[in-house]
């Protein structure tokens, strides 16, 4: 486990893997109390195997919100190549933006999640849940 992304609310921490973010595409847990959506997309470089940005291996993004829209928990999938809710079956982005669906133009509040290395991650946070499906 190289790469995370990690949530810590309410005394909780979590750390999900790029390797089952990148199979999953969008998770859907609870941290600290909060039900969160986590989702990753491809198309980012790393910066750290070249001197060339771009040229760097797609490494991917992940982001997390909250799953509270207007009241209502939202429950998120991955289907047809895209991220939908189960509840609405709207289209949701990467900004965590319905782009289509009853619920386009909608906005997810975001929630505070770092991208790290497991390693340097563990060190100050040993205690962290790992996800796992």
Not at 25 to 44: P, R
Not at 67 to 84: N, S, Y
């Amino acid at each position: 486990m190289a790469r995370v992304l990690t949530i810590d609310l309410n005394h909780e921490a979590a750390a999900y893997p790029y390797e089952v973010l990148s199979e999953l595409k969008a998770i859907n847990d609870t941290v600290g109390g909060e039900d969160v959506a986590i989702f990753w997309a491809e198309g980012t470089a790393s910066a750290l195997d070249t001197s060339s940005i771009p040229e760097g291996r797609d490494v991917g993004a992940a982001v997390a919100y909250s799953r509270l829209l207007d009241g209502q928990t939202l429950t998120f999938k991955f289907a047809d190549g895209k991220i939908l809710d189960e509840q609405t079956t709207s289209e949701w982005n990467i900004f965590g933006q319905a782009v289509s669906g009853d619920l386009k133009g909608k906005q997810l509040v975001p929630v505070v999640a770092i991208n790290h290395f497991w390693f340097s991650w563990a060190a100050f946070r040993p205690e962290t849940r790992i996800y796992r499906p």
